[in-house]
């Protein structure tokens, strides 16, 4: 049967409503939290939506982990990267802050940090480390110092009146507003208030009795609740939700979170706003298989698009091998632009194809001219210097013109 929101209750059939309330905060199957909505205690109903989807979720992690496989190396680098670079343009288009993928690349190639003044640098750069990086999420000055390292200077340099002004986070009323400018949810005030709601929070966060991806979405409900800053919340929210899955699922589904959201963020929207209402008193679950359903719908796409990606590559890596059975490190060459063409974000230029072939330079000129004589390749600049990628329809027409390449 369909979990229905209490509110829903409270309207259609008013009679039962106290006493479903009740049965459902008491039942032994329910997930009791230290931390109040709208002065009553939050809670989640560990009922069969969110065990099915929680095995799901698991269940399509392997099911990605053995696509992965599947995968070359080269590929799935390039694709983790593409996928890290949708992660951060998204979140920043959910909150309304322009950026393109260029600059996001740019900072993201910057091994001498001399991008470190630029903005996004704080973002992307947490979200490049995500895997590597142990981040300590127990106490308020944890989430300060993540805030301050992911988006401070944006948030600074965007209004210097939205830095933070109190002790840890703000001291000020805070409202937030939907996108024709009415106010939905009051943020918890004043700062002595959100320091006490956010302990409780990470106390929850921590609390292993609770079941890790529930945690995870109930945290991510709370920090939404609370809003402990006047702008980036919803930056920060998000980055240790996927920090948090990082730990448990594929590093994927990490870069995927907020590229989600974005295509559902209506439905996004209005699962804060039904776990908000006072007439739901605290009952968080369905905001939980809400969240769950953002989870399983990434992991789906994830899935379909690595699948569909690595039957091009073995059709194109056949006409690679056709088109260069005389030539092996030509045939590598032309992999790797494949495999970069299907997977990747930007061309590769004559050294990282050098680098990446273990080929000579002037073996992966004289390669890539001949190619180029056979119409197959995109060639775009990066200031002076060339990046190549395959021309994917070409090559398939070339097949279809001669079955006997050479």
Same mark, same amino acid.
């Given at each position: 049967?369909? *979990? ?16 479903? *309330? ?5 039942? @032994?199957?329910?997930?009791?939290? !230290? ?23 698991? @269940? ?5 982990? @053995? ?23 998204? +979140? ?54 993540? *805030?301050? #390292? ?12 939205? #830095?933070?002004?109190? +002790? ?37 966060? !921590? ?22 800053? *006047? ?76 699948? @569909? ?35 990747? #974000?930007?061309?590769?230029?004559? #050294? ?6 273990? +080929? ?47």
């Amino acid at each position: 049967m369909e *979990y229905k929101l209490l509110s829903s209750i409270f309207y259609s059939d008013n009679s039962k409503y106290e006493d479903l *309330y009740k049965s459902r905060l008491n039942s @032994e199957s329910t997930y009791k939290f !230290n931390f109040k909505v709208n002065e009553y205690d939050a809670f989640v109903v560990i009922n069969h939506d969110i065990l099915q989807r929680a095995q799901t979720i698991m @269940e399509l992690d392997r099911d990605l982990l @053995e696509t992965m496989h599947s995968v070359p190396q080269i590929a799935l680098d390039q694709y983790r990267k593409r996928c890290l670079i949708d992660e951060i343009k998204m +979140t920043n288009e959910i909150e309304g802050v322009n950026s393109t993928r260029k600059e996001i690349n740019d900072i993201l190639n910057d091994i001498t940090e001399k991008n470190k003044r630029k903005r996004l640098y704080g973002l992307v750069k947490k979200y490049e480390l995500l895997i590597d990086e142990e981040i300590k999420l127990t106490e308020c000055e944890d989430i300060r110092k993540l *805030y301050n #390292e992911l988006v401070l200077k944006d948030v600074v340099d965007e209004d210097s009146k939205n #830095e933070p002004d109190g +002790t840890i986070f703000r001291k000020d009323k805070v409202y937030v507003q939907n996108p024709s400018g009415k106010t939905i949810h009051n943020g918890t005030y004043p700062e002595e208030k959100i320091i006490r709601e956010m302990s409780s929070g990470l106390n929850i966060l !921590n609390n292993k009795d609770y079941n890790y991806l529930i945690r995870i979405a109930v945290f991510h409900y709370i920090f939404g609740y609370i809003h402990p800053f *006047y702008d980036g919340n919803g930056r920060t929210s998000r980055f240790i939700s996927s920090y948090l899955l990082s730990r448990k699922l594929q590093i994927l589904v990490s870069y995927r979170l907020s590229y989600t959201i974005k295509e559902n963020i209506g439905s996004y929207y209005k699962s804060f706003k039904e776990a908000n209402d006072e007439k739901n008193r605290g009952d968080l679950t369905i905001f939980v298989i809400k969240f769950f359903d953002m989870l399983i719908k990434s992991l789906q796409d994830l899935c379909g698009s690595l699948e @569909e990606k690595d039957l091009k590559l073995n059709y194109f890596g056949d006409i690679s091998n056709r088109l260069c059975k005389q030539d092996e490190k030509k045939s590598s060459i032309l992999y790797i632009l494949i495999q970069n063409t299907l997977f990747g #974000e930007s061309g590769l230029s004559v #050294e990282e194809l050098s680098e990446i072939s273990e +080929t000579g330079m002037s073996k992966v000129r004289s390669s890539l001219k001949e190619l180029e004589e056979k119409e197959i390749l995109y060639i775009t600049k990066d200031g002076r210097k060339k990046l190549y990628d395959v021309d994917l329809d070409a090559m398939s027409k070339l097949d279809l013109q001669d079955g006997t390449l050479t």
